[in-house]
């Protein structure tokens, strides 16, 4: 971990970056989580959704892991009432005004990204660095609809993430030094730990990762016994079995992500990578319809 947390993945030729206002473009699973280990680390945040409901939704999660620490003696009320302090959750983009990095953190779907990204550049600060939070589409594509693509960059969190500590820092073509460097800084500040890798679909780790989980589907599509299933990838060395993992990140948002590459591959006359894994997420997804995360697989 140390070794990650070393800067030679780091631009040597910028100089130290601070990040004084940030603004996170969702407040689900992954932008309440990013909201919270922002203000944690001693950030001001903007929290935006498409309504002040659901911002506010996005907040009393929030509250929720605050309270848990404060149970488990991890904070102090003291630290509670500063963490929250910090954030301001809305649905008025005016308020990312002078942010000087805005994480883009919606659900995986291309359009949807593209149009908050345009929305959201205009309040940037001049100097300001635009995150995408995608788990799979490449950032170079996503950053021809920036108005700076120089300033555009992947940063690709995880699931909780108040608990896990990796971030993937992808560089798309014309990401520069500095938006690197600015987003390298951002992350050891949160205290995570960034891994810097090259543009591609999936990026690495869940180019990786998805081996795991789509292997898990085909054997029980091909009738094996869950729990032989979750044992086996145990005895492996994984701490969870591969239908927990899909279970938890949530089966609906693998159709979508599997739709929006299938999408994007035909677009570029590629080939669709189909297997009997596809099984399992159709049954779950349109006849089971359990597309939720825990969604009782």
Request: charged content about 25%; aromatic content about 6%.
């Amino acid at each position: 971990m140390n070794d990650l947390n070393s800067s030679s993945s780091r631009p040597a030729d910028v100089g130290p970056t601070i990040t004084s206002k940030v603004g996170v473009l969702g407040s689900g699973l992954m932008g309440h989580g990013i909201t919270y280990v922002t203000a944690l680390a001693g950030i001001d945040v903007v929290m935006t959704d498409a309504t002040q409901e659901n911002a506010d939704k996005g907040l009393a999660r929030i509250k929720s892991i605050l309270e848990d620490g404060l149970k488990r003696g991890l904070i102090t009320p003291e630290k509670i009432d500063q963490t929250l302090g910090r954030i301001t959750p809305t649905y008025d983009y005016r308020k990312l005004d002078s942010c000087d990095l805005i994480i883009e953190a919606v659900f995986e779907d291309r359009e949807l990204k593209s149009k908050v990204t345009g929305q959201a550049e205009s309040f940037m600060d001049p100097d300001g660095v635009f995150a995408s939070n995608t788990s799979t589409i490449p950032i170079t594509s996503l950053a021809k609809k920036s108005s700076r693509p120089e300033s555009f960059i992947g940063m690709h969190f995880f699931s909780p993430v108040h608990k896990m500590k990796l971030v993937e820092i992808i560089k798309g073509e014309k990401t520069s030094p500095e938006t690197l460097a600015k987003a390298f800084d951002f992350v050891l500040k949160i205290k995570k730990s960034p891994i810097v890798v090259n543009d591609s679909r999936g990026f690495y780790t869940s180019r990786v990762f998805d081996r795991y989980i789509c292997e898990g589907m085909a054997l029980l599509a091909e009738g094996n016994n869950p729990q032989t299933i979750e044992a086996a990838g145990k005895q492996a060395g994984y701490p969870v079995g591969p239908l927990a993992v899909i279970d938890e990140i949530n089966i609906g948002l693998a159709a979508h992500i599997r739709d929006q590459t299938w999408r994007d591959l035909e677009t570029e006359g590629k080939e669709c990578p189909t297997g009997p894994w596809d099984l399992v997420i159709d049954f779950m997804t349109k006849e089971a319809k359990r597309t939720g995360r825990a969604g009782g697989g």
